[in-house]
């Protein structure tokens, strides 16, 4: 029998009404909040913390509507919070670096990131609506490319738009080129399979523009990774893939970039000289790093100093063991929920197993790409249903009702079907 203490907090197998979810002006908010952050300094329009602000009030807002509540909802992005909170107090009392540091500042708005996306995953349908948006941002800043300083093969954005260096452009159009390439492989529908396998060929082009390796793979491997479902169902999306690859290929349309990836195939990027030496430094200083002002590392080819380039190594060596293990637990949990959501047979399992995969090859390839908006989202659209699908389970162990359509008070329980069929 529960005691009146216990029987004030919901346990996590409680349904969870849809007033305790965020309401749709809130994903509304949190998109205007990521196309403010991406342009916003270029376009002018920045003004104090007013992007800070909106993520406040954005968490504020879920917070409030979840009430008590709220503890349980946000039990999959504790292990992140617990990360940038230890990362943080580190560097604040352990290497007197202020919050202003440009590798302090970005961890405080990560976390109420954390917070709102964690929220609008349980509303279903998100993780579409998202990557659409992710996808029109990505389209609005096509008119700045420029030549890269420092490598006229390679194009960038404008200075000033957030995602200007072609290794942060070119992971966030392979986000768009995965999600585009699962929606025609997942659809039934001949001309929205056209429809967007041209948009992923135009996304593939931009990731070309950008001569950025470590993308490209990632693109490649997580498209991989999604077509070993299809292999199982049926060989006529796949072959309509490679149909459309070799179209393309036939015609020349990639053959520019492919003589640049060529070209720049031979060139050593840097990451392989610098991981040893940096993980030496871990080794050296285990308990809390060398501080995020000096994670610059000598490379073993050449001698010159660069950042690592992995944000498992970046975080280790800046804050040391606890945020690196707290960091590692999170990717490891979304893999499990990950998993679980495969064999439950939830709607978007084949998008959030390969958006996932591709979020962690592209955090083994640069420095905080996790705090990027489409990291958020592709890594909230496996804990907010994988929280679900939990909370289900264990209402269900406890003898709990539980309803065909119905999971947390509410909130749909993940559909099995297609949803795009």
Same mark, same amino acid.
């Given at each position: 029998?529960?005691?009146?203490?216990?029987?004030?907090?919901?346990?996590?197998?409680?349904?969870?009404?849809?007033?305790?979810?965020?309401?749709?002006?809130?994903?509304?908010?949190?998109?205007?909040?990521?196309?403010?952050?991406?342009?916003?300094?270029?376009?002018?329009?920045?003004?104090?913390?007013?992007?800070?602000?909106?993520?406040?009030?954005?968490?504020?807002?879920?917070?409030?509507?979840?009430?008590?509540?709220?503890?349980?909802?946000?039990?999959? &992005? *504790?292990?992140?919070? !617990?990360? =940038? @909170?230890?990362?943080?107090?580190?560097?604040?009392? $352990?290497? #007197?670096?202020? +919050?202003?540091?440009?590798?302090?500042?970005?961890?405080?708005?990560?976390?109420?990131?954390?917070?709102?996306?964690?929220?609008?995953?349980?509303?279903?349908?998100?993780?579409?609506?998202?990557?659409?948006?992710?996808?029109?941002?990505?389209?609005?800043?096509?008119?700045?490319?420029?030549?890269?300083?420092?490598?006229?093969?390679?194009?960038?954005?404008?200075?000033?738009?957030?995602?200007?260096?072609?290794?942060?452009?070119?992971?966030?159009?392979?986000?768009?080129?995965?999600?585009?390439?699962?929606?025609?492989?997942?659809?039934?529908?001949?001309?929205?399979? &056209? *429809?967007?396998?041209? !948009?992923? =060929? @135009?996304?593939?082009?931009?990731?070309?523009?950008? $001569?950025? #390796?470590?993308? +490209?793979?990632?693109?490649?491997?997580?498209?991989?990774?999604?077509?070993?479902?299809?292999?199982?169902?049926?060989?006529?999306?796949?072959?309509?893939?490679?149909?459309?690859?070799?179209?393309?290929?036939?015609?020349?349309?990639?053959?520019?970039?492919?003589?640049?990836?060529?070209?720049?195939?031979?060139?050593?990027?840097?990451?392989?000289?610098?991981?040893?030496?940096?993980?030496?430094?871990?080794?050296?200083?285990?308990?809390?790093?060398?501080?995020?002002?000096?994670?610059?590392?000598?490379?073993?080819?050449?001698?010159?100093?660069?950042?690592?380039?992995?944000?498992?190594?970046?975080?280790?060596? =800046?804050?040391?063991?606890?945020?690196?293990?707290?960091? $590692?637990?999170?990717?490891?949990?979304?893999?499990?929920?990950?998993?679980?959501?495969?064999?439950?047979?939830?709607?978007?399992?084949?998008?959030?197993?390969?958006?996932?995969?591709?979020?962690?090859?592209?955090?083994?390839?640069?420095?905080?790409?996790?705090?990027?908006?489409?990291?958020?989202?592709?890594?909230?659209?496996?804990?907010?249903?994988?929280?679900?699908?939990?909370?289900?389970?264990?209402?269900?162990?406890?003898?709990?009702?539980?309803?065909?359509?119905?999971?947390?008070?509410?909130?749909?329980?993940?559909?099995?079907?297609?949803?795009?069929?």
């Amino acid at each position: 029998m529960r005691t009146a203490a216990a029987a004030s907090v919901p346990a996590a197998g409680e349904r969870i009404a849809p007033k305790y979810t965020p309401p749709i002006a809130i994903e509304y908010l949190f998109y205007a909040q990521v196309l403010y952050s991406i342009m916003g300094a270029f376009l002018g329009l920045s003004i104090g913390m007013l992007g800070f602000g909106m993520l406040v009030l954005a968490a504020g807002v879920c917070l409030l509507s979840a009430g008590t509540y709220a503890p349980v909802i946000l039990t999959p &992005v *504790l292990l992140p919070i !617990a990360t =940038a @909170v230890s990362y943080l107090l580190v560097q604040m009392f $352990v290497h #007197r670096q202020g +919050l202003g540091g440009e590798y302090v500042r970005p961890f405080v708005p990560w976390i109420a990131g954390l917070i709102v996306t964690q929220f609008l995953a349980l509303r279903r349908g998100f993780l579409h609506r998202a990557a659409l948006v992710i996808l029109v941002i990505g389209l609005l800043t096509l008119p700045f490319l420029r030549t890269f300083i420092g490598d006229e093969s390679r194009l960038a954005l404008a200075k000033g738009i957030t995602i200007a260096n072609p290794n942060d452009l070119g992971a966030w159009f392979g986000f768009c080129c995965v999600y585009l390439t699962l929606v025609g492989l997942e659809t039934k529908r001949t001309w929205l399979r &056209v *429809l967007v396998w041209l !948009a992923a =060929a @135009v996304c593939l082009g931009v990731i070309g523009l950008t $001569v950025s #390796r470590g993308p +490209l793979l990632a693109t490649a491997i997580a498209i991989a990774f999604a077509c070993r479902r299809i292999l199982k169902r049926g060989f006529l999306p796949l072959v309509s893939l490679l149909l459309a690859v070799w179209i393309a290929v036939g015609i020349g349309v990639f053959d520019q970039q492919a003589a640049r990836f060529a070209s720049r195939g031979t060139e050593e990027s840097g990451r392989f000289a610098v991981w040893p030496p940096a993980i030496a430094r871990i080794i050296a200083a285990p308990v809390f790093g060398v501080g995020s002002n000096r994670v610059e590392t000598e490379r073993a080819d050449t001698g010159t100093p660069i950042t690592p380039h992995n944000a498992f190594i970046f975080i280790g060596l =800046a804050s040391g063991m606890l945020p690196l293990l707290l960091f $590692v637990a999170y990717w490891f949990h979304c893999f499990v929920y990950m998993r679980r959501l495969g064999a439950a047979g939830h709607e978007d399992a084949p998008f959030q197993s390969a958006l996932l995969l591709y979020a962690f090859l592209i955090t083994m390839n640069l420095n905080l790409p996790f705090m990027l908006p489409w990291v958020m989202i592709a890594l909230a659209a496996v804990t907010g249903p994988g929280f679900l699908l939990q909370a289900s389970v264990q209402g269900r162990r406890r003898g709990r009702e539980a309803r065909p359509h119905v999971g947390l008070k509410g909130i749909p329980r993940p559909q099995l079907r297609p949803p795009l069929a």
